[in-house]
């Protein structure tokens, strides 16, 4: 982040994107209103006070007795969240961000009549916080930062580790790339990273997690289609479509057909023809998201059948099949990659669930018949909620009589929590996993 001359600034817009996710809208929205030059910066300083929103606000209420207005409300979280958990691998002291966010406030005109509130709250919460804190952390909401809900979902699914899942969502993830085998494998693309200045450390089969995140010009061949951004857990999607035995024995003069049912933005379509040969089907019902496909393809020189097309409803795309192979990362509550989009803590409803599973449930029934007998079909999820994974794979596999479940990994929890290995893989290795759910489906 730039030095506490420009903090004041980054803490004005970091407080207005803020607000944006109060009124209910994700943070790419809440972004793209942020001056390019400001906008890493200012990202940071969001995503860490979403992780911490929930005690912040519970010090916001204390601190001014309910009397500020959002805009001024939404500046002193983000600033208490310096405060209270210092940004990962930035430490103002207490002096710099208490005059760095009165300067924020005057330089807003919404703002600056509240500036003496302002000093005075984050004053006196540098004098008097030890006193307050049983009082202000009193509740759920407040010591974990998560909603009630997603809290006893959690607690009720995993009583061992739910305190560690949480814990895992306030925590910044790494930056892992896959580097595309069309062009090194990933121990030579290591090394043009170390020549680069870049440190990493090799996990999975074209993974490495770097030690520090950098832009992605920063990364030897980008532009060239040698490497892309992607989690380690993200990266298994595509072998286990290709582990497939019918894959596996291909002998036919054409080459298998492929269908990546949710596909944008599209990292998995482009891992799966990084794999192997093969014509892929690029289906997703969000127009502009295929766009981000189609350039994520265009910069990695690949090629697929791109379409606008809702999966779960009968089109144009079905004429691409019937096909060898199916992947559908189907929509989810994203609760596995909250440590990557803080914002899904707080913008996802328990009464959205339901609609998610039945989503989901529709999707597999209605590309199953798409699939050739012999065929595969994996099942993903980025979520760590059992109605979402094994629930609604189990569900799946009693009510379709021709589908064949083979070994996959099932729930894949951040950090590998679910691995008794989990501290021999190393820190970095470890921090590489987001939570994923896989199910394998071979047709009969």
Same mark, same amino acid.
Request: net charge neutral; hydrophobic share 45%; with cysteine.
């Given at each position: 982040?730039?030095?506490?001359?420009? *903090?004041?600034?980054?803490?004005?817009?970091?407080?207005?994107?803020?607000?944006?996710?109060?009124?209910?809208?994700?943070?790419?929205?809440?972004?793209?209103?942020?001056?390019?030059?400001?906008?890493?910066?200012?990202?940071?300083?969001?995503?860490?006070?979403?992780?911490?929103?929930?005690?912040? @606000?519970?010090?916001?209420?204390?601190?001014?007795?309910?009397?500020?207005?959002?805009?001024?409300?939404?500046?002193?979280?983000?600033?208490?969240?310096?405060?209270?958990?210092?940004?990962? %691998?930035?430490?103002?002291?207490?002096?710099?961000?208490?005059?760095?966010?009165?300067?924020?406030?005057?330089?807003?005109?919404?703002?600056?009549?509240?500036?003496?509130?302002?000093?005075?709250?984050?004053?006196?919460?540098?004098?008097?916080?030890?006193?307050?804190?049983?009082?202000?952390?009193?509740?759920?909401?407040? @010591?974990?930062?998560?909603?009630?809900?997603? *809290?006893?979902?959690? @607690?009720?699914?995993?009583?061992?580790?739910?305190?560690?899942?949480?814990?895992?969502?306030?925590?910044?993830?790494?930056?892992?790339?896959?580097?595309?085998?069309?062009?090194?494998?990933?121990?030579?693309?290591?090394?043009?990273?170390?020549?680069?200045?870049?440190?990493?450390?090799?996990?999975?089969?074209?993974?490495?997690?770097?030690?520090?995140?950098?832009?992605?010009?920063? *990364?030897?061949?980008?532009?060239?289609?040698?490497?892309?951004? @992607?989690?380690?857990?993200?990266?298994?999607?595509?072998?286990?479509?290709?582990?497939?035995?019918?894959?596996?024995?291909?002998?036919?003069?054409?080459?298998?057909?492929?269908?990546?049912?949710?596909?944008?933005?599209?990292?998995?379509?482009?891992?799966?023809?990084?794999?192997?040969?093969?014509?892929?089907?690029? *289906?997703?019902?969000?127009?502009?998201?295929?766009?981000?496909?189609?350039?994520?393809?265009?910069?990695?020189?690949?090629?697929?059948?791109?379409?606008?097309?809702?999966?779960?409803?009968?089109?144009?795309?079905?004429?691409?099949?019937?096909?060898?192979?199916?992947?559908?990362?189907?929509?989810?509550?994203?609760?596995?990659?909250?440590?990557?989009?803080?914002?899904?803590?707080?913008?996802?409803?328990?009464?959205?669930?339901?609609?998610?599973?039945?989503?989901?449930?529709?999707?597999?029934?209605?590309?199953?018949?798409?699939?050739?007998? %012999?065929?595969?079909?994996?099942?993903?999820?980025?979520?760590?909620?059992?109605?979402?994974?094994?629930?609604?794979?189990?569900?799946?596999?009693?009510?379709?009589?021709?589908?064949?479940?083979?070994?996959?990994?099932?729930?894949?929890?951040?950090?590998?929590?679910?691995?008794?290995?989990?501290?021999?893989?190393?820190?970095?290795?470890?921090?590489?996993?987001?939570?994923?759910?896989?199910?394998?489906?071979?047709?009969?």
């Amino acid at each position: 982040m730039s030095s506490s001359i420009a *903090l004041h600034t980054h803490l004005h817009w970091a407080a207005r994107a803020l607000q944006v996710v109060a009124e209910g809208r994700a943070t790419h929205q809440a972004l793209g209103t942020v001056p390019a030059a400001h906008r890493p910066a200012v990202q940071a300083l969001l995503f860490h006070a979403l992780r911490h929103w929930g005690s912040s @606000q519970a010090w916001v209420a204390h601190l001014s007795q309910g009397r500020v207005k959002p805009r001024v409300k939404q500046l002193l979280c983000v600033a208490l969240a310096l405060l209270e958990r210092p940004e990962d %691998g930035v430490r103002y002291d207490a002096h710099t961000v208490v005059n760095q966010t009165v300067q924020a406030c005057k330089q807003d005109p919404k703002t600056q009549a509240a500036a003496g509130l302002i000093n005075a709250c984050l004053r006196r919460y540098g004098r008097d916080q030890a006193a307050m804190r049983a009082q202000v952390l009193s509740d759920g909401l407040a @010591q974990h930062n998560h909603q009630a809900w997603w *809290l006893a979902r959690i @607690q009720a699914q995993y009583p061992e580790h739910w305190s560690a899942l949480v814990a895992a969502d306030l925590r910044s993830a790494p930056m892992v790339v896959r580097v595309n085998r069309r062009h090194h494998d990933a121990l030579s693309y290591q090394v043009l990273l170390t020549q680069a200045g870049l440190t990493s450390t090799p996990v999975g089969a074209e993974g490495l997690v770097l030690d520090k995140a950098v832009p992605v010009e920063r *990364l030897p061949g980008f532009g060239q289609g040698w490497v892309s951004v @992607q989690d380690a857990s993200a990266q298994m999607a595509a072998h286990w479509v290709w582990d497939s035995p019918h894959l596996q024995a291909w002998t036919g003069s054409e080459r298998p057909k492929i269908l990546d049912a949710c596909a944008a933005p599209g990292g998995k379509t482009a891992h799966l023809l990084e794999l192997g040969d093969a014509q892929v089907t690029a *289906l997703d019902v969000d127009a502009q998201r295929l766009q981000r496909v189609r350039d994520n393809l265009q910069r990695l020189r690949l090629d697929a059948r791109l379409c606008a097309a809702d999966a779960a409803q009968s089109g144009d795309w079905q004429t691409e099949g019937p096909f060898d192979a199916i992947l559908l990362d189907a929509p989810c509550s994203a609760s596995g990659i909250a440590r990557r989009h803080p914002d899904v803590l707080w913008l996802r409803r328990a009464s959205d669930m339901d609609a998610l599973v039945h989503t989901q449930a529709t999707l597999l029934d209605r590309l199953w018949p798409q699939l050739k007998p %012999g065929g595969r079909l994996v099942y993903a999820t980025c979520s760590v909620f059992h109605e979402e994974g094994e629930a609604q794979a189990t569900a799946f596999a009693q009510r379709t009589p021709d589908a064949k479940r083979s070994p996959a990994s099932g729930h894949w929890l951040p950090q590998r929590l679910n691995d008794a290995q989990a501290a021999a893989l190393g820190h970095n290795v470890a921090m590489a996993y987001d939570g994923f759910f896989y199910a394998v489906f071979d047709k009969i």
